[in-house]
């Protein structure tokens, strides 16, 4: 199975902050990669598929890059709606397999 | 509007059995894959299995192979898993989402997710 790794677990942050996750494969998978966003008893919801694109809907604010094995998500300026946990996952080969999830508080 | 609604969680022993249910709407379920992911309380998230549209392929995560079975009735726009031979471990909120993310068939991840269904195992 592919092992995703996402770091930091935590990352702690204020409104207007840049901040960057970072989730690296255990093996190339391509730009097969997705992000999601998930809210405290809330279902996740997509951000970025394909390591990059946007998700429509989603603000700006959010970028996605990598490819092969490493791979970030980008928040530009951080806004309260923000603060959640997000999870990478890639879909390359079954099973899916997603990283343990980064949870951004407000600092 | 996609909408996907899960039913059919509980508390149930050990060893025993639950059919989950999702019902899909906004969308034409006979054209997408779908896949259920499970989050055991307080921890991340794991993919359990997913359908191709016409139910001839399906896929498992190692964990539940055996013991729980996914299907679909188009005709009903309804997902479903059998689960059997429950654990303790096998607690979690299960997820309907649909699966545009299928090795070799799709690219868009899984781009809609249901509000999930709690399934608890113990005696």
């Known amino acids: 199975d592919i092992q995703m790794t996402q770091s930091p677990s935590t990352l702690s942050a204020s409104v207007g902050d840049r901040v960057t996750i970072t989730c690296r494969a255990s093996?190339?998978?391509?730009?097969?990669l997705a992000w999601y966003q998930q809210k405290s008893g809330k279902a996740p919801k997509l951000l970025i598929y394909k390591a990059s694109t946007l998700e429509s809907g989603v603000p700006s604010r959010f970028s996605g890059s990598g490819s092969g094995t490493e791979f970030t998500l980008t928040i530009s300026s951080l806004q309260p709606d923000d603060f959640a946990t997000y999870y990478c996952q890639q879909y390359k080969n079954y099973p899916y397999t997603f990283g343990q999830g980064t949870k951004l508080e407000i600092k | 509007e996609v909408k996907l609604v899960e039913s059919g969680g509980g508390l149930v022993q050990p060893g025993g059995s639950l059919r989950l249910s999702c019902a899909a709407s906004g969308f034409t379920f006979s054209s997408y894959w779908m896949s259920w992911v499970r989050q055991a309380p307080g921890k991340g998230l794991e993919w359990v299995a997913n359908i191709k549209q016409d139910g001839s392929e399906k896929y498992y995560v190692d964990s539940v192979k055996g013991r729980f079975t996914i299907s679909r009735d188009n005709t009903k726009n309804s997902l479903y898993m059998q689960m059997n031979s429950l654990r303790a471990e096998d607690t979690a909120v299960y997820y309907c989402a649909r699966d545009d993310a299928a090795p070799g068939f799709g690219d868009l991840g899984l781009d809609y997710w249901g509000q999930g269904t709690l399934v608890t195992v113990s005696s």
């Open positions: 093996q190339s998978i391509s730009s097969w």
